[in-house]
């Protein structure tokens, strides 16, 4: 793209600003900046100015979950099904590891927070542990698809080969990197982070299939065989991953896909909820409830719409396929963004200043055709890590994995 093109690209938007230092710029920055907006889908610009909204929820009816109770029933027979799919290498794990953790304020990727006490151990240590575990009671490695951000992917494949990848076989383990968006202020004008570089931020963790898709892992995972992928945070330590019981509800149910949830601790409780919108499988989140809905009870009194997810979900691969180019929701999220000031000086701004974009996994739900909600113990497999103190902390999650004889 030459110089002319990006301001004709950028004018009718209003994001001529973008050009402002590029006189200042030598040769190789200056490709850089034209490459960035030559990329740059302003298509996303009309939901800031149409008023940020979130999109709006169709009609919403409750989901049974298969509830503990009903698991402890069944887990021989599933946990021999999920076991025979990991061994027959149809199972792969994928670690969303592409996010900011602005909330924990690290610097650095979050899978390398060290959540010992007096030994080292970090997380993403302890979720390679909990996969290892399944891959010795099946006897079978299971591929391991991690996705970074261009801007965390060099410190963590570094981290996992300084760490010789925690024991896992390097073999197995396939990393890619997301997409990343711009971030905007309030005004819609797209920031700056440098005179050459577009302020930009991974786009979320719900691109995380056609990252892989555009990395090239489709066919990997073809030739490999794999038919279901086991999706997770890299934040909640507890969780088992790949999880043969879970694998083997899915496949039994017939669904197209699964998601582990927990009974909520409270109607109020600010969760996802799983539920049904318009007939389909759907997470509705605790603002998007009415209150009705929030307290709605059954016959014997438990709350209809009683199950959180957290973050772990089992997709068919076939169907991931079929729904790979069709557009999600994107979710206009408030942030703190540094920007390049009028003076081009960098700020780092003390409250949130402007806008990222986001797609959700959680959207994904809602193109699938059915789910299996499958219930968890919440204090054995929840124990997500956000922030440094309080509700899902550092310090909550570090109770809880010693509450599981975990030592620190
Ligand atoms: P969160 O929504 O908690 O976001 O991510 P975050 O970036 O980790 O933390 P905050 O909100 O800035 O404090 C849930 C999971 O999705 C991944 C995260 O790494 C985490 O495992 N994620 C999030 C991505 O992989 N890419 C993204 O763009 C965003």
Known sequence: M???????????????????????????????LLAQIEALDLS?????????????????????????????????????????????????????AGGQGTRLGLDKPKGMLNVGINRELYLFEQLIHNLMEVVEQAGEWIPLFIMTSEKNDG??????????????????????????????????????EGKARLAVSPNGNGGWFSSMARAGLLDRIHEMGVEWLNVFAVDNVLQKIADPVFVGATLSAGCVCGAKVVAKANPEERVGVLCLEDGRPSIVEYYEMTDEIIHSRDAEGRLLYNYGVILNYLFEVRTLEKIMDERMPVHVVEKKIPYL???????????????????????????????????????????PIKNRTGVDSLESARKLMKDNGIEL
């Open 2 to 32: 030459t110089y002319q093109e990006a301001l004709e690209k950028l004018a009718p938007a209003g994001q001529e600003h973008l050009l402002k230092y590029y006189g200042e710029l030598d040769e190789e920055e200056k490709e850089s």
């Open 44 to 96: 996303l610009l009309s939901l800031v100015r149409d008023g940020a909204k979130e999109n709006e929820k169709g009609k919403l009816a409750p989901l049974g979950a298969v509830t503990l109770e009903e698991i402890a029933a069944g887990r021989d027979a599933y946990e021999e099904k999920g076991l025979q799919a990991v061994r027959a290498g149809k199972v792969g794990a994928v670690l969303l």
């Open 155 to 192: 410190d963590t494949t570094r981290f996992f080969r300084e760490k010789q990848y925690f024991g896992y076989n390097p073999d197995y383990i396939y990393f890619f990197v997301q997409d990343m968006a711009p971030s905007v202020g309030y005004d819609g004008r797209i920031f700056m």
């Open 341 to 383: 000031d009028d003076n081009g000086q960098l700020v780092k701004p003390e409250k949130p200043n402007g806008y990222k974009f986001e797609e959700l996994v959680l959207d994904m739900i809602h193109m699938m055709d059915n789910c299996l909600s499958y219930e968890v113990e919440r204090d054995k497999e929840f124990a």
